[in-house]
T-cell receptor, first 111, second 116 residues
Framework: QKEVEQNSGPLSVPEGAIASLNCTYS??????FFWYRQYSGKSPELIMS????GDKEDGRFTAQLNKASQYVSLLIRDSQPSDSATYLC???????????FGQGTELSVKP | GAVVSQHPSRVICKSGTSVKIECRSL??????MFWYRQFPKKSLMLMAT?????????EQGVEKDKFLINHASLTLSTLTVTSAHPEDSSFYIC????????????FGPGTRLTVT
């Protein structure tokens, strides 16, 4: 059973702080990793993709991948109340393109 | 770019009727589209992979005769929930991969189905 694990939260951070979201996956052969943001009642929105070890930055978001530890994380700098949402980690295990989602981490940014 | 639409956004139907949901890629062609369902406070569960010009591939436990998928063109996939029952009430979301080798999937806005 291929699994993607996330802490369900809620994770609460003050406005302006760094929010750190973590995800582990079970299959070592995974090559493609994604972070999606989902607001309540809406569909997921892709915010980051990462494919190789190390950091990838896009604006206030930084994705970090460590394949040896089977760990991927998302850092949100200068968190804003509008970042309050559920963040879904997703992994593709094979070239068939099927995404396996974690259960999501609910982030709450307090003004 | 990479915009996916769904129609309808919300539908209420009576038990025993069928409902069709359309998923369109607006600015790209998608050989493959995916259908998910999501229950409240739960993560997305893949129902099936829709392949243009061929039969859909269903995940284990998903009834292919109940959830009919047709991928008629490179920009349109449809999901028909046949003989709907209250337990089919859910948030149905499609996604599409623009096929640029990144495996990124872009999601439609979702369809909220309520069966009474």
């Amino acid at each position: 059973q291929k699994e993607v694990e996330q802490n369900s939260g809620p994770l609460s951070v003050p406005e302006g702080a760094i929010a750190s979201l973590n995800c582990t996956y079970s299959d070592r052969v995974s090559q493609s990793f994604f972070w999606y943001r989902q607001y309540s009642g809406k569909s997921p929105e892709l915010i980051m993709s990462i494919y190789s070890n190390g950091d990838k930055e896009d604006g206030r978001f930084t994705a970090q991948l460590n394949k040896a530890s089977q760990y991927v994380s998302l850092l949100i700098r200068d968190s804003q109340p509008s970042d309050s949402a559920t963040y879904l980690c997703a992994v593709i295990y094979n070239q068939g393109g099927k995404l396996i989602f974690g259960q999501g981490t609910e982030l709450s940014v307090k003004p | 770019g990479a915009v996916v639409s769904q129609h309808p956004s919300r539908v209420i139907c009576k038990s025993g009727t069928s409902v069709k949901i359309e998923c369109r890629s607006l600015d790209f062609q998608a050989t493959t589209m995916f259908w998910y369902r999501q229950f409240p406070k739960k993560s997305l569960m893949l129902m099936a992979t829709s392949n243009e010009g061929s039969k859909a591939t269903y995940e284990q436990g998903v009834e292919k005769d109940k959830f009919l998928i047709n991928h008629a063109s490179l920009t349109l996939s449809t999901l028909t929930v046949t003989s709907a029952h209250p337990e089919d009430s859910s948030f149905y979301i499609c996604s599409a991969d623009p096929g640029q080798g990144t495996y990124e999937q872009y999601f439609g806005p979702g369809t909220r189905l309520t069966v009474t």
